[in-house]
């Protein structure tokens, strides 16, 4: 049995999120919801906690997750750094690694294809140090979901290097610091369809440690990531399920233009890694 907390689970899109949660993973999953609402209370599908205000919902809920009893922290109807400066105290022990970073897992339906991409909504502008941070991150989740040697893509326009664009730059210094990897395959630059399509691949003739058969696809900034995600998602009609990364749980941030769909993929996707 899995448990997941919930900080601010009132509102009736986080509670529809649970009733379909359940009605899809059966007796996989137990909710405890903290919220300041006075009339939710329990029901089958849900243990209560009432809170008097944000503060405490998001340290009820952090500290739940902190003692061991929940193993999933789901974000409901509260702000997200309201969640995370809670989440991220040193007295809860919950960060495990330096930097956290965003992992969705991406869905294709139309081309039968399915990878993680990082980072789409934690780290703006990452230099190569915080780079190889979210390399190691996505690589963990990789391992959890069950690829034993992800190929992992370092995302630029081009696969040739080029002193000149900054992610060509950081995609080289990121290789380069996995160069003795046997646990992965870490390459880049290679472009967003070399890393996905082996029919550009043969177009192209080219030659590399990833041709067109990525796992996990790595983008140099926020700015490309947030428009891959979206664009998979509204013009190829992706499923997206996402968690934040780095911490001894995973963390489901959900939002309010979420579909439940989305939201279910989001926790099935964390339920994948513990």
Excluded at 73 to 88: A, D, P, V, W, Y
Excluded at 203 to 231: C, E, W
């Amino acid at each position: 049995m899995i448990t997941v907390s919930i900080a601010g689970g009132s509102q009736p899109e986080i509670l529809t999120l649970v009733n379909e949660a359940k009605n899809r993973f059966k007796e996989s999953l137990n909710f405890v919801v903290f919220d300041q609402t006075e009339d939710i209370g329990n029901s089958d599908t849900w243990e209560y906690v009432h809170c008097k205000d944000e503060a405490e919902i998001v340290q009820k809920a952090v500290q739940y997750v902190a003692d061991g009893h929940a193993q999933i922290l789901l974000k409901g109807i509260i702000q997200t750094h309201t969640l995370l400066k809670e989440l991220l105290k040193k007295e809860y022990g919950l960060k495990t690694q330096s930097v956290l970073s965003h992992v969705a897992m991406v869905t294709v339906p139309s081309k039968d294809k399915t990878f993680l991409l990082t980072d789409c909504a934690m780290n703006i502008t990452p230099d190569t140090q915080t780079m190889i941070e979210i390399a190691e991150n996505v690589k963990s989740v990789a391992h959890k979901i069950g690829l034993d040697h992800p190929k992992i893509a370092l995302l630029s326009a081009a696969e040739n290097y080029n002193p000149k664009m900054p992610s060509s730059v950081l995609a080289t210094e990121v290789t380069e610091a996995f160069k003795d990897e046997e646990s992965a395959t870490i390459f880049g630059p290679i472009s967003f369809d070399l890393a996905i399509s082996k029919e550009a691949v043969e177009h192209k003739r080219f030659v590399g440690p990833i041709m067109g058969d990525a796992d996990v696809l790595v983008v140099p900034q926020i700015d490309t990531g947030n428009s891959l995600y979206k664009s998979l998602t509204l013009f190829a009609d992706a499923t997206v399920g996402g968690t934040i990364v780095g911490t001894k749980v995973p963390v489901v941030l959900t939002s309010r233009s979420d579909t439940t769909a989305s939201k279910l993929d989001s926790l099935e996707f964390a339920m994948k890694q513990i």
